[in-house]
């Protein structure tokens, strides 16, 4: 508990809003960003990618055949491929993107930061059953995006489209204008605020932001052009739901 608290502070050095909440229990940290990075060059090299059985997860540049971050279902059984990362060396907002195409199938995102620690996962339904080790990688994108500091819920709130918020604790908002989604922590207790959400329309690939940072701070996901099309805010207890809304449409 004391490591993933110190973990969200020290990572914050760049400006993310410090806190002194206890960080709520989370998964194992990845390495430090630093240990086992590509160079420079990969940004003109092939994806880097990560492979367990059932699911293959990639960061490639622009130019790839896997652009961004990807993760592709590699078995054709009851199970679904998830990949799960954190960008820019900070620990205090994690995101995770599931996969419930069918075998072959590559859902992802485009809007990747200079640095991406990644790993491969299978669930079934919302349990993990296995998961690979965490890779890093550094400026693998031409226009990395940037980790925006000191984002709060009422300045997510001033800046979004539409929110949707749990009893108190965990606040989604979204705007639509080069798509931004925040997931916002507003209860100073040991519970995870989350985002769900769905983009473009697509039933097969849902995004996720867990916000690990503690009371009034926020995550953010960028999507491009792509517009959120179903959303719910939601409260975990590690991996228990607590809390949540139904699914709202856009």
């Known amino acids: 508990m004391a490591a993933v608290a110190v973990a969200a502070t020290v990572f914050s050095a760049d400006g993310a809003a410090a806190t002194t909440e206890p960080a709520p229990r989370a998964d194992p940290r990845p390495p430090v960003p630093a240990v086992a990075v590509s160079t420079p060059a990969a940004v003109a090299a092939e994806p880097e990618c990560v492979r367990i059985k059932g699911a293959e997860a990639c960061v490639g540049p622009d130019g790839s055949d896997r652009p961004g971050i990807t993760i592709e279902d590699r078995a054709n059984d009851g199970l679904h491929a998830t990949v799960e990362y954190y960008l820019n060396g900070y620990l205090g907002t994690k995101y995770v993107i599931h996969n419930l195409g069918r075998k072959g199938e590559v859902r992802g995102n485009r809007e990747i930061g200079k640095i991406v620690t990644f790993r491969a996962a299978v669930y079934e339904g919302n349990h993990r059953v296995r998961f690979g080790r965490w890779k890093t990688v550094r400026n693998i994108t031409k226009y990395p995006i940037k980790r925006e500091t ?79 099309s179903m959303y719910r805010a939601s409260l975990f207890n590690h991996n228990r739901r607590v809390a949540t809304r139904l699914y709202k449409y856009n």
């Open 150 to 228: 000191r984002v709060t819920p009422a300045s997510a709130r001033s800046r979004s489209k539409a929110c949707t918020s749990t009893k108190g604790a965990s606040t989604l908002c979204f705007n639509e204008r080069n798509t931004v989604v925040f997931a916002c922590d507003t209860s100073a207790d040991e519970y995870q605020a989350r985002a769900e959400y769905f983009i473009a329309g697509d039933p097969t690939a849902r995004f996720e932001i867990h916000q690990l940072a503690g009371v009034n701070t926020c995550g953010k996901a960028e999507h491009g052009d792509l517009a959120v």
